[in-house]
């Protein structure tokens, strides 16, 4: 049984990430951890094509930030492939998001994550904030 991310988080990311089946986990919060770092290992390589394996096909992002006015935004839902796209269209700069405060709750097959982030481009600090996950348990069976 692996995890995957179901909804939306705060920032970039979220939707169906599936864990590596190879690895053993000694409970399902190292396992939730374990998708959502791997995630941004991906990120900061700059490997799409893991991004894209890592979500279900019908994963989405949205955002949640306040505008110079300082007005709440919420942004429309995008599909997983627009930032694998973006990735994939080559990272001119470094991208570094880390995480830190992370909280993982779980009910059986259903877990939610909560991580405060700082992302830095090209080394040098650009924004911080929060993300959140939420992601079902799937049995993979294969041939």
Request: hydrophobic share 40%; net charge negative; glycine share 4%.
């Amino acid at each position: 049984m692996r995890f995957a991310i179901i909804l939306p988080s705060l920032f970039i990311v979220s939707s169906l990430l599936k864990a590596q089946q190879s690895i053993l986990f000694a409970n399902d919060e190292q396992q939730v951890r374990f998708v959502i770092l791997e995630l941004f290992d991906d990120y900061r390589a700059g490997d799409s094509l893991r991004i894209r394996n890592t979500f279900t096909t019908n994963a989405t992002f949205q955002s949640a930030y306040y505008n110079k006015e300082e007005q709440s935004i919420l942004s429309k839902l995008e599909s997983i492939s627009t930032f694998a796209n973006y990735i994939g269209g080559g990272l001119y700069k470094e991208h570094d998001e880390r995480l830190w405060n992370t909280s993982i709750q779980i009910d059986k097959n259903f877990a939610s994550a909560w991580t405060n982030y700082v992302f830095y481009l090209n080394g040098q600090f650009s924004h911080c904030g929060s993300e959140n996950f939420l992601l079902i348990k799937f049995i993979e069976v294969r041939i």
